[in-house]
Structures are given as structure tokens and as C-alpha cells.
């Protein structure tokens, strides 16, 4: 008797382990689906869904199942789309070649106007992705230390503003600049008001001519601040003294330059 209840006792039942194990991984399963729901579409969820379901009705352990939840790709613009775009693409293109052919004209209009007036030492035209930039030295307009246009300038700017009506109208801006010698007297205390009244004097001649709109154009001093040479020259002084024209596209010209 005593050798038979000692050979029960070495084999304890377990057959407790078998639902145990089937609640863990039930558990498991359900703690992957929580898990995977908080950042998922209608799609992932029922792949999801039907894994869980799968884990109820078989027998099988969660880590047999293959992973529900697919990679994620980079989703492909339609090619709709990129046809769209394209379009758009191009159509800013053609607008922008238009724009600076167009600026490019008006370019050599007001290089022939400066050739037949002989003002070719005074003033200067460059086109740049920012627009027509026209330079009138200073001593074509305004005497030292003076902010009022002279006289027989105001004619240059009379005729410079034809030029600047086009079609379609574009806007303008006018800045005064000045070289960094120091100025105080009893019209201005500084270069920097004596450049801003400048081109504002500048800009009131040019709005003489009624075809140009006062909303299009618009004036500003620099003062000293934004030279074009170095100051410590008598020649770069007399560059840095100048009023700027800048006429700007009506769109932008980075596509073409």
C-alpha cells in the first residue's frame, strides 16, 4: 500500500495547465488587438477582427497566425495628379517666359530712350529675377545736399514715365540712396531722410503723368545703408548716390532665370 501511494503521488494531475495556457494566449491576443486599434484604418481593422475571431474558433496559438497588420507603403500620386501639376507647371512657365520677354522689350525701349537722350553715363538698365531695375545717378536729378529734382530733370522724368505705363499695368518702386559722408542741415538730419525724400520727389514727377495709378507706385529711402560700391572712393561714392527704378513682373521670373 505504502509503495502504491507513493507512486500517485509522482504523478500530480496538470490537466489544469491546457485551459490556463489557452486563457494566456486568448489574453495575448487581445492585448495585440488593443494594441494595434489605436492607430488603425477601417481596413487593418478588420484584418484584425477576423484575426481575433480565428483565435476563438481554433485551437491554435496566436504566435502561429501571421501578422494582420501589412507594412506600410508610400501611397503613389495618381497619375491624374501628376498630369494636373504638370499642367500647372508648365502654364506657370509660359506665364513667366511671357513676363520676361515683355520686361525684356520695355528693357530696349528705355535703352533707346537713354541712347537719344545721351544719358547713357547717368542712368542704367538691368533686368533681374526681381524685375527691371533702372539707376539715375543723382547728379542727373537732384543738385548736392538737395532733395528737389532740378529743373531741366524733371523732362527726363516726364519721359522716363511714358515708358513706365504698360499693359498690364505693373507696380513700381522708387528708392532714394546716398553715399555715407555725413549730412545735417536744416532740411535733413541724416542721409537717410535725404534719400527718402528723393525718391519721393522723384516719384511725384513720374506721377505727373496721369496714366500711371499713385496705387502702382510706391517710394523709400536707404540712406547710406545699401551701397552699390565701396564709399571710400570718390567714384564709388558717386555710385552709391542714386535713385532705383524697379519695375516688377507681374509674376515671378525665377522659373526662367
Given at each position: 500500500?505504502?509503495?502504491?501511494k507513493?507512486?500517485?503521488?509522482?504523478?500530480?494531475?496538470e490537466s489544469?495547465?491546457?485551459?490556463?495556457?489557452?486563457m494566456?494566449?486568448?489574453?495575448l491576443?487581445?492585448f495585440?488587438?488593443?494594441?494595434?486599434?489605436s492607430e488603425i484604418?477601417a481596413q487593418?481593422?478588420k484584418?484584425?477582427?477576423s484575426?481575433f475571431r480565428n483565435?476563438?474558433t481554433?485551437?491554435?496559438?496566436v504566435?502561429e497566425?501571421?501578422?494582420?497588420i501589412p507594412?506600410?507603403d508610400?501611397t503613389p500620386?495618381?497619375?491624374?495628379?501628376?498630369e494636373?501639376?504638370?499642367?500647372?507647371e508648365?502654364?506657370?512657365l509660359?506665364?513667366a517666359?511671357?513676363?520676361?520677354?515683355?520686361?525684356?522689350n520695355?528693357e530696349k525701349?528705355i535703352?533707346?530712350?537713354?541712347?537719344?537722350?545721351?544719358l547713357?553715363?547717368?542712368?542704367?538698365?538691368?533686368?533681374?529675377?526681381?524685375?527691371?531695375l533702372?539707376?539715375i545717378?543723382?547728379?542727373a536729378?537732384?543738385?548736392?545736399?538737395?532733395a528737389?529734382v532740378?529743373?531741366g530733370?524733371?523732362?527726363i522724368?516726364?519721359k522716363l514715365?511714358d515708358l513706365l505705363?504698360?499693359?498690364?499695368?505693373?507696380?513700381i518702386?522708387?528708392?532714394?540712396?546716398?553715399?555715407?559722408?555725413p549730412?545735417?542741415?536744416?532740411?535733413?538730419q541724416?542721409n537717410?531722410e535725404l534719400s527718402a525724400?528723393r525718391?519721393?520727389n522723384?516719384m511725384?514727377?513720374l506721377l505727373e503723368n496721369p496714366?500711371l495709378k499713385?496705387?502702382?507706385?510706391?517710394?523709400?529711402g536707404?540712406?547710406?545703408y545699401?551701397?552699390k560700391?565701396d564709399?571710400?572712393t570718390a567714384?564709388?561714392?558717386?555710385?552709391n548716390?542714386?535713385?532705383?527704378?524697379?519695375?516688377?513682373p507681374?509674376?515671378?521670373?525665377?522659373a526662367v532665370?
Open positions: 500500500m505504502a509503495k502504491k507513493k507512486h500517485h503521488e509522482d504523478h500530480v494531475d489544469w495547465l491546457i485551459p490556463y495556457a489557452d494566456l494566449t486568448l489574453l491576443a487581445l495585440i488587438v488593443l494594441f494595434a486599434m484604418d487593418k481593422f484584418q484584425m477582427a484575426a483565435e476563438f481554433s485551437g491554435t496559438g504566435m497566425e501571421q501578422a494582420p507594412t506600410p508610400s500620386i495618381p497619375e491624374t495628379q501628376k494636373i501639376i504638370s499642367k500647372e508648365k502654364e506657370r509660359e506665364e517666359k511671357k513676363e520676361l520677354e515683355a520686361l525684356e520695355l525701349r535703352n533707346a530712350f537713354i541712347q537719344a537722350n545721351n547713357t553715363t547717368s542712368l542704367q538698365t538691368q533686368l533681374t529675377e526681381n524685375g527691371l533702372i539707376t545717378l543723382d547728379n536729378l537732384f543738385d548736392s545736399g538737395s528737389t532740378k529743373p530733370s524733371r523732362e522724368g516726364k514715365s505705363v504698360t499693359n498690364p499695368p505693373r507696380n518702386v522708387i528708392a532714394g540712396h546716398t553715399d555715407n559722408v549730412i545735417s542741415t536744416a532740411n535733413f541724416s537717410w525724400f525718391g519721393i522723384f511725384r514727377v496714366a499713385p496705387n502702382q507706385v510706391s517710394a523709400s536707404y540712406g547710406e545699401r551701397p560700391a564709399n571710400k567714384e564709388g561714392r558717386a555710385k548716390r542714386r535713385v532705383e527704378v524697379l519695375i516688377l507681374n509674376v515671378s521670373l525665377q532665370k
